[in-house]
């Protein structure tokens, strides 16, 4: 994927029509220092946004961490830049 047809993204959130910008998510979440690359895909008939997140493989390397560990500490370094990860 190079880049989006549109780079806003419409949901459908309690009866009426959000538009967003995921690029600005996007930065945010590619604050956490264990996240390397991250895609946020929304469809109009749901009310969430699906975040796929590549991880930072020199960082968990660095920290002597096992890949069954990733996704934790994934989830704490969202949840320090108030995003809560769901899986």
């Known amino acids: 994927i190079v880049d989006r ?3 806003i993204l419409e949901l459908y959130v309690k009866g009426r ?3 967003l910008s995921p690029t600005p ?3 945010l979440f590619s604050k ?3 996240v390397s690359r991250v895609f946020l895909h929304g469809e109009r008939s749901e009310e969430n946004v699906v975040a796929v ?3 930072n493989k020199a960082f968990f390397e660095e920290k ?3 890949e069954n560990e990733w996704e934790e500490e994934i989830r704490k370094q969202f ?3 108030g ?3 769901v899986s």
């Open 64 to 66: 002597k961490m096992k």
């Open 53 to 55: 997140v590549c991880p």
């Open 79 to 81: 949840e320090k830049i």
């Open 83 to 85: 995003v809560e990860a």
């Open 25 to 27: 998510m996007e930065a």
């Open 32 to 34: 956490a220092p264990s």
């Open 5 to 7: 047809k549109k780079n």
């Open 17 to 19: 029509s959000v538009w």
